[in-house]
């Protein structure tokens, strides 16, 4: 039942147009539409949409783009069999990294292997991963050296994909691997939002420095998949883990999947699992050097459930307040601050028409800092997660791993890890920023900041 069937409508209104179209988004300019200004300061724009409507209408040169702007909207899009993943960019990740893998798929083949991939990312299969994520988040705390500058993009990238490698795919060539991934992941992640922004087309193919250097990082990524596949095969084991759960995969009808699509799959799953999580980290070293209350709150958290040993995996779910500010640093730095849909057939959301084929975007950044939704709205607040406070918060205003059939599977997976390398390192130090840091929002496919340097300070 849509909102406009409920409520009374003119006769004619009703006869000739059931749905209202949604209102055009103000600050166009000719030709170019709204593309400008989402191109030019994207957040900021986004986050001025709700005052145009719940659903508005934006030109972004000759295209109408819908976008959405309430938590329920935003809720019910997210929720409906009328969307499915696509639109630009989707198409944009799907030339450079496969067609064939999860983030990309839809309809049956999405749903078959979110069968192969969910029991790796299970709460019940997390606790394996615990010793692997427990030495890695010790392992910051003895790399960092009292007084010497942490490379805070470097090093935030390195932990997530080594956690996110050697975790679900597991084998010793993972260590040395891990750090060829970390680079050629950094470069294709920040080749890829520029191709996203600005689609010059066949001026990417041209023999520049910048473009060669982004082929080779690419054709590097594919190649180490590749080679992780072709090990697993030729050690003859096939340990509990996702990789075997890709390699014995079938299909619809009962055959092994393709080739192309355990690469698709193994790619997939990495290139969200790291830079997302690299994103998320980077925020938190930033959110601890920013706010030492909170800061000296988690070493104390910490030190009263451990007694002074060093942080396990299972003091985790005990460790409410280091969850708290993970959670309160995602809210106001999501990692995953732009989502498209496409409407498959005429829809509607909130009594609005879609038509389609209709691209939808929608902003958890806008979502989780509209006033609308959260008091002190840009305040870091960690205590807004307590209990007694949660339930103020509106349905859908915080969801950072999106819900549905697209939800991140690994929601288990990446709060156990940030918890983990939050609890560790604010244990052992402060941060403070040095002369040259500079952590203003980088907005590319993930948010991060832009060049955070920390030197860390024995506690
Ligand atoms: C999908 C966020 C970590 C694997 C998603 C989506 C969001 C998200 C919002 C849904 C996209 C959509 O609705 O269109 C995050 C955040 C993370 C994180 C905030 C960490 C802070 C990870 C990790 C992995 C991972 C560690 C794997 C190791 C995936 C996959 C999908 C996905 C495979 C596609 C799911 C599908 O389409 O069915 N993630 N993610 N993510 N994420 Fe994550």
Not at 187 to 201: D, S
Not at 225 to 243: M, T, Y
Not at 284 to 306: G, K, M, W, Y
Not at 446 to 454: A, E, N, S, V
Request: aromatic residues 6%; proline residues 8%; contains cysteine.
């Amino acid at each position: 039942m849509t909102v406009e069937s409920v409520r009374p409508r003119a006769p004619q209104q009703q006869q000739t147009s059931p749905l209202r179209e949604p209102p055009l988004a103000g600050g166009g300019v000719p030709l170019l539409g709204h593309g400008w200004r989402l191109a030019r300061d994207p957040l900021a724009f986004m986050t001025r949409l709700r005052d145009h409507g719940d659903v508005v209408r934006l030109r972004l040169g000759p295209k109408t783009v819908y976008a959405v702007t309430t938590p329920a909207l935003t809720g019910a899009l997210a929720l409906s069999p009328d969307y499915k993943i696509d639109g630009p960019l989707w198409e944009s990740l799907e030339g450079l990294l496969g067609k064939e893998g999860v983030a990309t798929a839809n309809g049956p083949r999405h749903r078959r292997q979110r069968r192969t991939i969910q029991p790796a990312f299970r709460l019940d299969a997390i606790p394996a991963y615990g010793p692997i994520m427990e030495e890695e988040a010790h392992a910051l705390t003895t790399r960092w050296q009292p007084g010497r500058t942490v490379d805070c993009t470097s090093e935030s990238f390195r932990v997530a994909v080594r956690i996110a490698a050697r975790c679900l795919l597991r084998g010793e060539y993972m260590d040395e691997r891990a750090e060829r991934l970390c680079l050629a992941l950094a470069t294709v992640f920040r080749g890829m939002y520029q191709r996203m922004v600005i689609p010059l087309g066949p001026l990417y193919r041209l023999p520049l420095p910048a473009n060669r250097e982004f082929n080779r990082a690419l054709a590097d990524l594919h190649l180490l998949v590749d080679e992780i596949v072709a090990e697993r095969r030729a050690s003859g084991q096939k340990p509990d883990d996702l990789l075997t759960a890709l390699l014995e995969a079938k299909d619809e009808n009962g055959e092994p999947i393709g080739e192309q699509e355990i690469h698709d799959q193994v790619v997939a799953i990495l290139t969200p699992g790291s830079e997302t999580v690299a994103s998320t980290i980077m925020w938190l070293l930033q959110v601890l050097a920013e706010h030492p209350e909170h800061a000296d709150r988690i070493r104390d958290e910490v030190e009263s459930v451990t007694g002074g040993r060093p942080v396990a995996f299972a003091d985790v779910r005990k460790l409410t307040h280091t969850n708290n500010v993970v959670v309160e640093a995602m809210r106001l730095r999501p990692a995953v601050w732009i989502l498209t849909r496409r409407a498959v057939t005429d829809t509607e959301l909130g009594g609005y028409r879609i038509p389609a084929g209709a691209d939808i975007i929608y902003s958890p950044y806008a979502i989780q800092r509209d006033p609308r939704s959260y008091a002190d709205n840009l305040e870091f607040d960690p205590d807004r997660w307590l209990p007694e406070r949660v339930k103020d918060v509106p349905k859908y205003a915080m969801s950072p791993f999106s819900v549905g059939n697209r939800k991140c599977p690994s929601d288990h997976f990446s709060m156990a890890q940030l918890t983990l390398i939050t609890a560790a390192v604010a244990t052992k130090y402060r941060f403070e920023q040095v002369p040259g840091s500079n952590d203003a929002t980088r907005v590319g496919i993930t948010l991060r900041p832009h060049k955070l340097l920390l030197t860390p300070v024995p506690r």
